[in-house]
């Protein structure tokens, strides 16, 4: 269940086993049904979300319209960058199209690893260039 993000996190940065161990504690696996919001227009984004399986949408309402911004597929990382950062609501709204599996962490959790392991503050500017 977490070995997929474990594997893209190797890809940005090297883990020993100490600090893989560390991260694999501050992870939680959920199901998102299909229809299930993972985040709705209004909530503050506290979690970074990685899509292990599945496909999710964003989108926006727009005057009452739904607005497709990204699909997102197993192995794909999402966070509403901004409500993360500021922890106001978000106009996002982000749903399951399928049963999909993601594995989250709070942010609350990453800053506590940025502080005690350097290696993840790595891992936060590069999640933050990315977005």
Same mark, same amino acid.
């Given at each position: 269940?977490?070995?997929?993000?474990?594997?893209? !996190?190797?890809?940005?940065?090297?883990?020993?086993?100490? @600090? @893989?161990?560390? +991260?694999?504690?501050?992870?939680?696996?959920?199901?998102?049904?299909?229809?299930?919001?993972?985040?709705?227009?209004?909530?503050?984004?506290?979690?970074?979300?990685?899509?292990?399986?599945?496909?999710?949408?964003?989108?926006?309402?727009? %005057? &009452?319209?739904?607005?497709?911004?990204?699909?997102? +597929? &197993? %192995?794909?990382?999402?966070? %509403?960058?901004?409500?993360?950062?500021?922890?106001?609501?978000? !106009?996002?709204?982000?749903?399951?199209?399928?049963?999909?599996?993601?594995?989250?962490?709070?942010?609350? %959790?990453?800053?506590?690893?940025?502080?005690?392991?350097?290696?993840?503050?790595?891992? &936060?500017?590069?999640?933050? @260039?990315?977005?």
């Amino acid at each position: 269940m977490t070995s997929k993000i474990i594997q893209s !996190i190797k890809l940005i940065v090297s883990l020993n086993e100490h @600090e @893989e161990k560390a +991260f694999l504690n501050i992870l939680e696996v959920n199901i998102i049904k299909k229809k299930q919001f993972l985040l709705q227009e209004g909530q503050i984004c506290e979690k970074i979300t990685f899509v292990n399986n599945g496909c999710m949408r964003l989108f926006y309402n727009i %005057d &009452g319209i739904e607005n497709t911004i990204q699909f997102f +597929f &197993g %192995d794909s990382w999402y966070t %509403d960058y901004s409500s993360f950062l500021t922890g106001q609501p978000t !106009i996002e709204n982000m749903k399951a199209l399928e049963e999909s599996e993601v594995v989250q962490f709070k942010k609350n %959790d990453l800053y506590k690893l940025y502080e005690v392991m350097p290696v993840f503050e790595k891992v &936060g500017r590069i999640f933050a @260039e990315n977005a």
